[in-house]
């Protein structure tokens, strides 16, 4: 036997029978050993039931769930006073409301045919979840950054999201459709490429593939307009100062000697203001240090002794995001040699991923510990800090966190700003660290004999991506029609 055909573990593409019209169940099968050459036959065989061009089509069919009731099925679980504000961010512009209709989408992406081949999903794979951030080595990498819905599932959801979100935010910026369409092209396209190319490399090269900031700059160098590539230099020297330390300047102040986070209701608010004063009265500090101390267990034995270091201070309230807000989020201010060595942490809350509304299984009970997991699987590099928590809430209900740090080099393109050219350069690093992570969690040889080296793929997901920017204007419509006739209250401006 070559080296080239050494059997490998890898996970069974469903292949839909004729029958299911394309529709492949979307349990995850048991791995087996299969050869290079088997899992290429996988992908084959399920391009031939399902072909390219099936994918291009989108139609709400007449049992289509109500988008908006959708939407406030979710807040039966969020904070109603923060409701409004959530409605009022995804009013803002169709593009907003997608960010926001995660569940909506993947409504609809449930009745899409599949090949059947799995691979962990992002969820919600839209062009804002992605950005800079530190490396645990100090490096500015590329990559996912949001992994809220995260839960095995067919590939083609995160590709179909991706690629709608670049059409959504072309119409967004006023891109004709001509110059929408060479867009979600590329992005599509980039996609099969590089998992053609990481169909070829080693599982342990794949696992080490990361989107090395320094490397993207130097290889669209050539291809970006010179006030391309300062906007591109002036978005990473500003990701490098958000850190905990301009966290610190932003957030806090000095109150009666001590470090303090200060309120700016409804975005942040202290727990002294969220809390009565009897409850205020507990040793509110010593709950904190049982909880960072639970929370602590599920890192990696040196960085839980490197928090160890650290003592919580204060924390808040914070309103975060367009399709999260609602839910509980807070802030922990912890500090650690003197208050110019500060920890910021984030704890948000974790509910059911959408994706599981739809058939797909996460397999964890606790759904701090599904984010933890599928972005410690998805992402190249993570950030140290990233654990999971269970915690029993004042009301009495039990609730489950994920925590990372608020700000380590976090940085984002601004869409608004972009060029035709540009936009697409940033579609096709999506797309990469997007194969990337598919790649590492599936069978990137099924999924990429599955693509095949022609463009017929990319051209159907132009077509889906326009199909679906239509349906999601007018479920934007639905939304602002609910608003306008008082039946939901939206606002503004927060």
């Known amino acids: 036997m070559t080296t080239a055909e050494k059997p490998v573990i890898a996970p069974v593409a469903q292949v839909p ?18 050869t290079p050459a088997e899992r290429a036959t996988r992908g084959k065989s399920a391009r031939q039931t399902v072909p390219h061009e099936s994918h291009g089509e989108f139609s709400p069919g007449t049992g289509r769930p109500d988008p908006v009731a959708l939407l406030e099925s979710q807040g039966t679980t969020r904070l109603s006073e923060l409701l409004p504000i959530r409605y009022g961010r995804m009013l803002v512009s169709p593009f907003t409301f997608y960010r926001g209709a995660a569940l909506v989408m993947a409504h609809d992406l449930a009745g899409t045919p599949v090949s059947g081949i799995t691979a962990q999903l992002c969820g919600d794979a839209h062009l804002s979840n992605f950005g800079l951030f530190a490396s645990p080595e100090r490096r500015m990498v590329f990559d996912i950054n949001d992994f809220d819905e995260t839960c095995p599932g067919p590939w083609e959801w995160d590709v ?49 593939a990361h989107g090395d900031i320094a490397d993207i700059q130097e290889e669209y160098a050539q291809q970006l307009k010179a006030v391309n590539r300062k906007k591109l230099a002036k978005t990473l020297d500003k990701a490098r100062t958000r850190d905990s330390m301009q966290a610190l300047r932003k957030l806090t102040r000095v109150v009666d000697g001590q470090r303090r986070i200060v309120s700016d209701p409804p975005v942040v608010v202290t727990i002294t203001d969220l809390l009565p004063d009897d409850i205020m009265r507990r040793d509110i500090e010593g709950e904190l240090r049982h909880l960072i101390r639970s929370y602590s267990r599920t890192l990696q034995s040196d960085r839980r002794r490197l928090i160890e270091r650290y003592r919580p201070v ?121 194969a990337r992570a598919h790649a590492r969690s599936g069978d990137r040889i099924a999924i990429s004999s599955y693509l095949g080296g022609e463009s017929t793929f990319d051209e159907a997901l132009a077509d889906f991506a326009e199909n679906y920017a239509d349906q999601n204007e007018r479920d934007h419509a639905a939304l602002k029609a609910e608003v306008d006739a008082g039946r939901l209250t939206a606002e503004f401006g927060v």
């Open 314 to 434: 204060d924390f808040a309230r914070k309103i975060v995001g367009v399709g999260s807000v609602g839910t509980r989020c807070w802030i922990l201010l912890m500090l650690g040699r003197d208050d110019a060595d500060p920890l910021f942490l984030q704890a948000k809350e974790a509910s059911a991923s959408v994706l599981t509304s739809v058939g797909c299984k996460s397999g964890y009970s606790n759904e701090g510990h599904r984010v933890v997991a599928g972005q410690r699987l998805m992402q190249a590099s993570s950030d140290i800090f990233l654990g999971w928590q269970r915690v029993d809430g004042l009301d009495g209900n039990t609730r489950d966190f994920y925590l990372r740090q608020l700000r380590d080099w976090k940085g984002s393109a601004e869409i608004e700003t972009m060029e035709p050219v540009g936009l697409a350069r940033y579609g096709e690093l999506c797309a990469w660290s997007l």
């Open 17 to 34: 029978s004729p029958r299911s019209n394309g529709h492949a169940r979307r349990t995850a099968a048991p791995p087996t050993w299969l």
């Open 160 to 208: 179909k999201r991706l690629v709608a979100s670049f059409a959504v935010a072309g119409r967004d910026i006023g891109l004709s459709t001509k110059k929408r369409r060479v867009v979600n092209r590329a992005v599509a396209g980039r996609y099969r490429e590089a998992m053609e190319r990481f169909a070829v490399m080693s599982d342990l090269d794949v696992w080490y």
